[in-house]
């Protein structure tokens, strides 16, 4: 019988220009370009094998305590991821002309628990596992267009370091690609990880409604200009350009949620909390910037040369607080350590 089984690990990314809504709901194509980091220490690892002799697709996320991988100390997916994932399998299914299921597992190295999007680097992961699995072979590009179906700001998470993800008009020209590689800049994201008691509204929801908020057709007009500036920050490696830049961008993300109908607040206390103590650090002379993306956790944007004050900082106000110290990352690879 012909081995149908591949594994491939993809980094998370966090966005300096943010996506937030979308022209197109099924091809998920955004209203705008976007430019990301991959993240180094935010992995998902996924093994896909479409065999005969499975009835049904199945998918099982692990939990990253459980070191001896027993399938039955899984994470309990809802009933929407999963039928996301099938989805997704069929796309894959279609192109390649294959008819066998798939038995899917993932696991995060970060607790899919905190409240972090785990939908970028599980998507990046599970494009590249289930297209290698399933015979296909693609380009890059290729890749991205199809990671973007299945979460958006998965298709930043294929190509290496520093990338933009590219609007465009229709499916195939809303694509990622590198802008420069992960040992460009040594930058450090620092992600602390902010508990929410609120009811997590995911980016996909969220993003139904931005045309509700007034703020959105501002948001659009000024976004080129920021663009501009990201890649500007990124040729000069101009720090307070790019951590500006993306201050602005995140806050301008957020008005917009905050304006929309219903309204949604990703930010909680503690949140605001940290933003605040982010910029007396700054006022005192330390380079150190955030960002926020669709939940309360707070990310840190340093230069590796200052992560130590950083983290000195840190310990200072939030003795108790838990965070991942990410660096710029290359995208999606294949590995052999299969999960089952
Ligand atoms: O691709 P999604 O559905 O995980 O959306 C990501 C949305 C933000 O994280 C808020 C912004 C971004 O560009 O990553």
Redesign the pocket.
């Known amino acids: 019988m012909k081995i149908m089984k591949s594994t491939a690990i993809a980094p998370a ?1 966090i ?1 300096f220009i ?3 809504g979308k022209k197109d709901e099924e091809l998920r194509l955004p209203l705008n370009s ?1 430019i ?1 980091m991959n993240l180094s220490n935010c992995l998902t690892t996924t093994t896909v094998e479409f065999s005969d002799k499975y009835t049904e697709d199945q998918f099982i996320l692990l939990s990253n305590n459980d070191r001896k991988k027993t399938l039955e100390r899984n994470i309990a997916i809802s009933e929407n991821e999963t039928k996301r994932v099938i989805k997704y399998l069929n796309r894959i299914r279609n192109i390649a002309k294959i008819k066998e299921f798939a038995k899917v597992v993932s696991e995060n190295n970060f607790p899919s628990s905190s409240g972090m ?1 785990s ?2 680097s599980g998507f990046a992961a599970l494009t590249l596992a289930a297209a290698v699995a399933a015979g296909l072979t693609l380009s890059e590009k290729e890749l991205t267009i199809l990671a973007r179906v299945g ?4 298709c930043r998470s294929i190509p290496d370091g520093f990338v933009e993800w590219k609007y465009g008009k229709e499916n195939s020209s809303s694509y990622a690609y590198s802008l420069y590689p992960s040992s460009y800049w040594d930058l450090r994201d620092i992600i602390l990880l902010v508990n929410s008691d609120n009811k997590k509204v ?3 929801t969220g ?1 139904e409604n931005v045309w509700t908020s007034n703020l959105m057709e501002k948001r659009l007009k000024e976004i080129p200009n920021r663009l501009d500036k990201i890649k500007l920050a990124l040729k000069e490696k101009n720090f307070p350009l790019l951590g500006l830049t993306c201050e602005q961008d995140c806050l301008s ?1 957020h008005k917009v949620a905050n304006t929309q109908k219903p309204a949604i607040f990703y930010w909680t206390n503690k949140t605001e909390e940290i933003i605040k103590k982010v910029k007396s650090w700054r006022s005192a002379g330390l380079e150190v910037y955030f960002t926020v ?2 939940g309360p956790n707070v990310h840190l944007l340093c230069q590796g040369k200052d992560e130590r004050k950083v983290i000195e900082k840190l310990n200072e106000s939030y003795s108790g607080l838990k965070y991942i110290i990410n660096k710029p990352t290359s995208g999606v690879k294949l590995t052999d350590k299969h999960l089952f």
């Open positions: 990314n966005a943010k996506y937030w976007s990301s999007a939908s970028a979460s958006g700001s998965a995911s980016s996909t993003m993300m993306d669709a």
